[in-house]
């Protein structure tokens, strides 16, 4: 019952990402002047696969087939690519497997299917129509299937190429069922997988907001906190399109590609933002130092200008060159290995960042050693998943073991900064120990690169301490002769009363006898 709230309230949500739709339940007009075309793809259950179709078009293009391949080396990889004629990409299908369907009326009621001729808007049309139970696939495991259809003798009718009017819908289960009826094989539990890291990461958010106010109260939020919140903000709301998306799928069985790109792009926004933040708390900043050298700003901002490009990239790359009829990765590309080599690389100048920062800030270490162990693994754990998945995990398996591990990956990553920084007092490894207000006077006071001592006063929860500013200086001072015969001491309280009549009282400062030292400064790059 709690899951069916959850995928309720999903769809509640279902008007807020408006976008052009295309999936599944596929439909629409095809016209070219090629003699075989590729329609959809899809991975199949055996006895579950369902396919029902309507198939139409005009008699002068009398003599159109639909194929069924399936994903063997003998079957599709020989069709598609290929050099192949038509006629050979036909006979790649073995007879008596119901793989080749022809649209053809002078078969007679007794051919499957049954095809009739038709008039529409005063023009002669044919049309094929299957639907009931439709067309059961049966195999030894989940198979991709791809859709095509042929017309490789031109002479039958006086048109040329193809014209075919089809609307197809391919399921895997039955009626109402929401997490499997409209999923391809390799998409099932897509969408419980993906409500549950979206709870999972709500209840992340409402732990760093509550964090945060701690933080807050003790003049510890630093900018790399609000970063942090800003990440975990970005990829649960990309989760969020992303569970609507999957679930008016799931609802109508056409994919909804607006909200699906936004979830991914919110994602990896999210992705970004938490790799800028790691790599500058390598360098220290905001716990051994208080701005960056001049040099580290500039490698930085130009390393994640490229970043964001080659992210950008990988996108673009995917919506103009993607192609259905193979069954890609959306890192099989330049720009997918390229990303690959630029996170690994900005793993590398995680480890030489922190490697000096913990040289110079030894004592640092009960926060930096676990922090970089585990977010090597986390480094390596992303291109680790993407190399298994483009070379050695089956294809009808892929979409939704990445998907999960990915999440998983992600979410593992926003823990693990959340117990680093968590504000507890006890514990050894918190790294926030400098106050905000000392940061922003460096800030404004202090040179290029300037760093800080951590020293007690910092943790204290009272503010700064701002009393040497008024501590008045309690250097001897020599004696004074007056008419050249007696040393005068400062005249006593007692004396100060009386002074004219005038009321005097001594300035007091309370538990102060020396002025504290002001904070160290040193530069280093």
Avoid at 306 to 329: Q, S
Wanted: glycine share 8%; with cysteine; hydrophobic share 45%.
């Amino acid at each position: 019952m709690d899951g069916m709230w959850i995928l309720s309230l999903c769809f509640a949500f279902i008007l807020i990402v408006p976008g052009h739709v295309t999936g599944k339940r596929v439909d629409g007009t095809l016209t070219t002047l090629e003699d075989w075309h590729f329609i959809t793809r899809f991975c199949f259950l055996s006895e579950k696969g369902r396919l029902r179709y309507v198939f139409e078009y005009p008699q002068e293009f009398l003599d159109q087939q639909i194929l069924l391949y399936y994903d063997d080396l003998s079957q599709w990889s020989e069709a598609y690519p290929s050099d192949k004629t038509c006629q050979e990409k036909v006979d790649i299908l073995k007879d008596g497997k119901n793989q080749i369907i022809r649209l053809d009326p002078t078969f007679g009621k007794d051919y499957w299917p049954y095809c009739e001729n038709t008039v529409k808007e005063g023009r002669n049309y044919i049309r094929c129509e299957l639907s009931g139970l439709g067309l059961k696939f049966r195999s030894m495991r989940e198979r991709w299937w791809f859709i095509a259809v042929s017309r490789c003798n031109q002479g039958s009718g006086t048109g040329r190429g193809i014209n075919l009017t089809y609307n197809l819908h391919l399921t895997n289960g039955d009626d109402g069922d929401l997490l499997h009826q409209e999923f391809s094989a390799d998409e099932f539990y897509i969408l419980p997988i993906l409500i549950a890291f979206l709870i999972a990461y709500l209840i992340i958010l409402a732990v760093s907001v509550i964090f945060a106010v701690i933080l807050s109260g003790r003049q510890l939020l630093h900018s790399t906190f609000k970063m942090y919140i800003s990440s975990v903000i970005l990829w649960s709301f990309g989760l969020f399109l992303l569970c609507i998306s999957y679930g008016r799928y799931a609802d109508s069985g056409y994919e909804q590609v607006g909200s699906e790109l936004g979830g991914r792009v919110f994602c990896a926004a999210a992705e970004i933002c938490f790799l800028l933040m790691l790599n500058l708390l390598a360098k220290g900043y905001t716990i051994t130092r208080g701005r960056l050298p001049c040099h580290s700003t500039i490698k930085l901002s130009v390393f994640f200008t490229v970043y964001v490009v080659a992210y950008a990239a990988l996108f673009i790359v995917e919506a103009e060159t993607f192609d259905p009829a193979l069954v890609l990765y959306i890192y099989e590309s330049i720009p997918g290995y390229g990303l690959i080599i630029l996170r690994l690389l900005a793993w590398a100048w995680f480890c030489y960042s922190l490697f000096f920062t913990l040289k110079r800030f030894p004592k640092r270490g009960g926060f930096y050693y676990p922090f970089f162990f585990l977010y090597t693994l986390w480094f390596w754990a992303g291109p680790i998943v993407i190399l298994i998945a483009m070379f050695a995990m089956a294809v009808w398996t892929r979409e939704k073991t990445v998907v999960a591990v990915q999440n998983f990956v992600s979410f593992c990553g926003h823990l693990f900064f959340l117990v680093l920084t968590r504000p507890n007092a006890a514990q050894g490894n918190f790294p926030y120990t400098i106050k905000t207000t000392q940061i922003q006077a460096m800030g404004n006071d202090g040179g290029e690169g300037d760093r800080y001592m951590v020293t007690s006063e910092a943790s204290s929860s009272t503010g700064p301490d701002l009393t040497s500013l008024f501590v008045t200086s309690n250097t001897y001072k020599p004696s004074m002769a007056m008419n050249g015969d007696a040393d005068i001491m400062p005249p006593s309280y007692n004396d100060a009363v009386g002074m004219n009549g005038r009321s005097a009282k001594p300035f007091e400062l309370e538990s102060v006898n020396q002025p504290s030292s002001p904070p160290m400064y040193e530069t280093y790059g």
